[in-house]
C-alpha cells in the first residue's frame, strides 16, 4: 500500500508556463482533495473531489484547474503559472465512511 | 466561515518534560471533527490525533492527549514524555460533520532540545 502518491516532488516552472501535478491514492477512497501550503499559514483547501466525476471549488480556486480522472487519481492543472502559485502542493483522500484525510508527500513548485 | 487560531507561533520542550500546544477555533456548527497534524522536516503531514465534537472524552494516542473545552471551543494537544523525533510543525484542523472543506491553523513550530 503506497498510500497518496504525487508527481513530481519538485518543479520550477517560468511565469506564463503550464503544468499538471498528479496525484494518485491506492485506498479505495472517494474523496480527494488538492491543497496549498506558504510560508506562515496552514494548508487551504484548492479544489476537491467528494466522489469520482464531481469537482468542487474551495477556499483558493482561482488560477487553478482540476480533473478526477478516475477513482484513483486527481489532477491539478495550472495553466498559466504566477510567481504567486510558487508553495508546497499536497494532496489528500479521505474515505466514504471516515473523517481523516491522508496526505500525500507534497509537491513543492517553484514560479519565476 | 470557519476559523482556526493557533496562538503559539514557536514552542520549546526539553527531552522527557511535557508540552500543550494551544488551538481554538470559531464555528457555529454542533458537530464536527477536529485534528491535530505533525509536519516533519519530511515535510509528510502525519495525522497525531482526532476528535469527534459529540464525544465529551478526551482522545488519547499514546503519549499524545487533548483537552477538548467545547464551550470555550478550544482544542489543545498535550505531548508527555516529548522526544526529539517530536520536533515538527503542528497543525490543528476542523471540519464540519458530512463537510469536505477542512480548516486550518497556522502551525506551530515545535523543537525538542535533548
Known amino acids: 500500500n503506497a498510500g497518496v502518491t504525487q508527481t513530481p516532488k519538485f518543479q520550477v516552472l517560468k511565469t506564463g508556463q503550464s503544468m499538471t501535478l498528479q496525484c494518485a491514492q491506492d485506498?479505495?477512497?472517494?474523496?480527494m482533495y488538492w491543497y496549498r501550503q506558504d510560508p506562515g499559514m496552514g494548508l487551504r483547501l484548492i479544489y476537491y473531489s467528494a466522489s469520482e466525476g464531481t469537482t468542487d471549488k474551495g477556499e483558493v480556486p482561482n488560477g487553478y484547474n482540476v480533473s478526477r480522472l478516475n477513482k484513483r487519481e486527481f489532477s491539478l492543472r495550472l495553466e498559466s503559472a504566477a510567481p504567486s502559485q510558487t508553495s508546497v502542493y499536497f494532496c489528500?483522500?479521505?474515505?466514504?465512511?471516515?473523517?481523516?484525510?491522508?496526505f500525500g508527500p507534497g509537491t513543492r513548485l517553484t514560479v519565476l | 466561515a470557519q476559523t482556526v487560531t493557533q496562538s503559539q507561533p514557536e514552542m520549546s520542550v526539553q527531552e522527557a518534560e511535557t508540552v500543550t500546544l494551544s488551538c481554538t477555533y470559531d464555528t457555529s456548527e454542533s458537530n464536527y471533527y477536529l485534528f491535530w497534524y505533525k509536519q516533519p522536516p519530511s515535510r509528510q503531514m502525519i495525522l497525531v490525533i482526532r476528535?469527534?465534537?459529540?464525544?465529551?472524552q478526551n482522545a488519547t494516542e499514546n503519549r499524545f492527549s487533548v483537552n477538548f473545552q467545547k464551550a470555550a471551543k478550544s482544542f489543545s494537544l498535550k505531548i508527555s514524555d516529548s522526544q526529539l523525533g517530536d520536533t515538527a510543525m503542528y497543525f490543528c484542523a476542523f471540519m464540519k460533520q458530512n463537510n469536505n472543506d477542512m480548516r486550518f491553523g497556522a502551525g506551530t513550530r515545535l523543537t525538542v532540545k535533548p
Open positions: 476528535q469527534e465534537a459529540y464525544k465529551q
Open positions: 489528500a483522500s479521505k474515505g466514504l465512511a471516515g473523517d481523516t484525510q491522508y
Open positions: 485506498m479505495n477512497h472517494n474523496s
